[in-house]
């Protein structure tokens, strides 16, 4: 199509529609720079079309260019105040800006001209749930639904609302009306597990975490929630196999290999617990929590307790008010039998739970 209407401005500088085609092929390529080239030429050679200036707003949105965005989108109107579509893109352009307020004003106006717009009662929703306006959030979409029934996106979006409320039996109303509109949607499932794992109903997080994975093998926190009620289920194997699962897709998650090394250890598996504890510090070796479980199980396992206070001494450089670290560090002294040692590391915790 490119081609095509490039021989067309060609043959013919002064067609204005082949620039605006010409234009619109650019930017259905993602060829914005291209894209807004032709808009220019098109309003050069006539500055009235308010269509044009639309577009080419939206060009400079796409390369981050806001400023400019508005001003077209502005002059847009100023020549057709009657285009609803012209209101929504300057209420997009307000939210990227986070410009809340002003993007309200906006979309309320393209309600205004077309009062079945869905699109623009969801991003007004999005807005006042960002904001915690909880009932404000609901009644746009309540509104949306009035209009679209069938869409699973707005069900879903509503019990996110009333799951942020704590409201597990709407929540899980609307998410159940989500998943029988669109049963093939992963997310769904896994938003309806999280409801159960807050509940601790890990029987029926299970269900809908493992209905999830199965329709999309690559949903990391589906398989690492899976693999978490699993643990709290004390189904340890199948937390270990979630876990794994997970790390083929993300190799470098230093939260499944935490997750991991519990399961180990709860196995009774310590070699492996601190294997995957040490990946885990491999990626990031100032995590905190990882250093203070790795130097538990030197202490209460492996009775290594040099070891144990290598790590811990890690944990409290990194976070020098953990008086969890301090008193295990207190206590690995006092098995070496370094009492000054351990009653100096003692006295310093006590005096900061004083403070």
């Not at 709407?170 to 049963?183: F, R, S, T």
């Not at 510090?281 to 199980?297: C, E, M, Q, R």
Request: with cysteine; glycine share 2%; hydrophobic share 35%.
């Amino acid at each position: 199509m490119i081609d095509r209407y490039k021989k067309s401005v060609e043959l013919d500088p002064d067609d204005v529609d082949a620039w605006i085609n010409l234009g619109d092929a650019y930017y259905d390529e993602g060829v914005f720079h291209k894209a807004i080239e032709c808009y220019k030429k098109s309003l050069i050679i006539s500055p009235y079309f308010s269509e044009v200036y639309n577009n080419l707003g939206l060009a400079y949105s796409m390369i981050g260019k806001l400023e400019n965005a508005k001003e077209c989108y502005l002059k847009a109107i100023e020549l057709d105040p009657e285009d609803a579509n012209i209101y929504y893109n300057l209420g997009s352009l307000f939210e990227d800006l986070e410009n809340f307020d002003d993007a309200i004003e906006y979309y309320m106006k393209t309600l205004e001209l077309e009062p079945s717009y869905t699109d623009v009662l969801n991003n007004i929703a999005l807005i006042y749930r960002d904001r915690k306006q909880y009932d404000l959030a609901i009644n746009f979409y309540e509104r949306a639904l009035k209009i679209n029934p069938d869409d699973p996106f707005l069900f879903n979006n509503l019990a996110i609302i009333y799951f942020d409320k704590k409201n597990y039996e709407k929540a899980i109303y609307y998410y159940q009306k989500a998943i029988d509109l669109d049963p093939q949607n992963a997310d769904f499932w896994c938003d309806m597990g999280d409801i159960y794992y807050e509940l601790n109903d890990f029987i029926n997080a299970i269900k809908y975490y493992r209905r999830a994975v199965e329709l999309d093998p690559y949903l990391i926190d589906a398989w690492n929630d899976l693999g978490l009620s699993y643990t709290f289920n004390e189904q340890y194997l199948e937390s270990i196999e979630c876990y794994k699962s997970a790390l083929e897709i993300e190799p470098n998650d230093v939260t499944l290999y935490e997750n991991l090394g519990f399961s180990y250890s709860a196995l009774k598996d310590y070699d492996n617990a601190i294997k995957s504890y040490q990946k885990a510090l491999n990626i990031n070796p100032d995590y905190v929590s990882v250093l203070k479980k790795i130097g538990n199980l030197f202490y209460k396992i492996n009775q290594n307790f040099k070891e144990a206070i290598r790590y811990f001494e890690q944990a409290l450089d990194l976070d020098p008010y953990d008086l969890e670290s301090r008193q295990m560090l207190a206590n690995c002294y006092e098995k070496l039998e370094n009492f000054e040692k351990a009653n100096q590391i003692r006295k310093q915790r006590s005096n900061w739970l004083q403070n």
